[in-house]
């Protein structure tokens, strides 16, 4: 089984408000990434977790902020976005950090 | 720096006709590569994955890629397109710290 799981599927918030992402995987995967995906573009990666330690964070705005509450669980909580952050949120995990990677189906997110 | 080039945002083929995108990548070591596909509105599908086993990788959904280390190249192709390929394919290395992405190319197949 190689799946990843993520919700919603679709989320619309203003620019006032508080909002989470939820990413799960039951692989025993021990890295979890988030990425944001403009349309027509590659996926971007925003923040690595390493056995639920955070490895890497690509210069991302706090207005985004990582969480790993356990090996299976990551969130991303969201506060005070802009519009230009609407994008389609993708989580990953993979064995170990630089082993194969396996996507999730994403959070599509409208800012308004 | 490692990089991926992808040539041909778009291509378009016939039903059942050959399959042919294509990928030249960089790297001063032998890389891990990958190309994944994403279905409209859906998240990124592993096809396949070379790791210096063998050349001629074999992924899902009869599609296949050689890697070409003389020629940086690692193309895919599946030799009879069906109208559900119709997706977004990236060719992707394995980084140090990260993936690599190419810029995708868009599989249109028409009747």
């Known amino acids: 089984d190689t799946e990843v799981t993520q919700t919603p599927k679709h989320l619309v918030m203003g620019m006032t408000n508080k909002k989470s992402l939820k990413c799960e995987q039951h692989?025993?995967?021990?890295?979890m990434y988030w990425y944001k995906q403009k349309a027509k573009k590659p996926p971007e990666l925003m923040f690595v977790?390493?056995?639920?330690?955070?490895?890497i964070n690509e210069s991302v705005p706090s207005r985004f902020s990582p969480e790993c509450p356990n090996s299976s669980l990551l969130n991303l909580h969201l506060h005070a976005l802009q519009p230009e952050d609407s994008a389609l949120y993708l989580c990953a995990s993979s064995q170990a950090h630089q082993e194969t990677q396996y996507f999730g189906p994403g959070t599509r997110l409208l800012v308004l | 720096a490692q990089s991926v080039t992808q040539l041909g945002s778009h291509v378009s083929v016939s039903e059942g006709a050959l399959v042919l995108l294509r990928c030249n990548y960089s790297?001063?070591?032998?890389?891990?590569l990958f190309w994944y596909v994403q279905y409209p509105n859906q998240g990124l599908q592993l096809l396949l994955k070379y790791t210096s086993a063998a050349t001629l990788v074999k992924g899902i959904n009869g599609f296949e890629a050689e890697f070409k280390k003389s020629e940086t190249s690692f193309h895919l192709t599946k030799p009879s397109a069906h109208m559900s390929d119709a997706a977004e394919y990236f060719c992707?290395?394995?980084?140090?710290?990260?993936?690599?992405f190419g810029a995708g190319t868009r599989l249109a197949v028409h009747p």
């Open positions: 977790y390493s056995y639920e330690k955070l490895s």
């Open positions: 992707v290395s394995g980084g140090y710290n990260k993936l690599i």
């Open positions: 692989m025993g995967h021990r890295a």
């Open positions: 790297s001063s070591v032998p890389p891990y």
